[in-house]
């Protein structure tokens, strides 16, 4: 029905957008993937509004004073959906790596874009192997989780030492959020390879 709304009226990705303040967690989750599917949508017709999103987005996460809860997770699902027109986008994701407080976020939205469109993020590969090394077992999780999406072999070893880390980390799928350990995760993204 989103969908449907979606292609009669582009105020919709307004409406959803509000959700992505949303305390709850999956409620946040799922109103980014919804976010994503009606960006998809609505850019057949009109790809500059969406794009004016993603910008409204990415600036709301360097402004200090307005960083929604859900940017990172609907930049995320926007150009995972469809990166043939915002692919381009996923280049800015790169730089909040480098900062300590939203690497986590960061890598959770290139991980959701390498789950559908690998290719935008594959031939920067080598750039996250720091991360295997991080103090943080969260970063090393969505590090696991990237590497694995992307089918980076060449990641086998450092996924191999994480296989008996217990911390526990939270994957969103389908409408869901799965709580795994960071060991599982490695482990998956082996089996990925």
């Given amino acids: 029905p989103i969908m449907d709304a979606a292609r009669d009226d582009k105020k919709v990705i307004r409406y959803i957008q509000r959700l992505l303040y949303s305390g709850d967690n999956l409620l946040r989750h799922r109103a980014a993937e919804a976010l994503g599917g009606a960006c998809a949508v609505v850019g057949d017709r009109d790809s500059g509004i969406v794009s004016k999103l993603l910008q409204g987005l990415f600036y709301s996460i360097t402004d200090t004073a307005a960083f929604p809860l859900g940017a990172f997770e609907a930049i995320g699902e926007i150009i995972g959906q469809r990166p ?84 526990e980390i939270e994957i969103y799928e389908t409408g869901n959020i799965k709580k795994m350990s960071v060991g599982e995760i490695a482990s998956e993204a082996l089996n990925k390879l």
């Fill in 84 to 167: 043939d027109l915002y692919g381009g986008y996923t280049p800015q994701l790169y730089q909040f790596t480098g900062d300590v407080s939203r690497r986590i976020d960061a890598l959770k939205a290139l991980g959701r874009i390498s789950k559908t469109q690998a290719p935008f993020i594959r031939k920067h590969t080598l750039y996250f192997f720091a991360f295997f090394e991080d103090q943080n077992p969260s970063v090393r999780g969505y590090t696991a989780w990237l590497m694995g999406n992307l089918g980076a072999h060449e990641a086998r070893k450092d996924l191999e030492k994480l296989l008996d880390e217990p911390h």
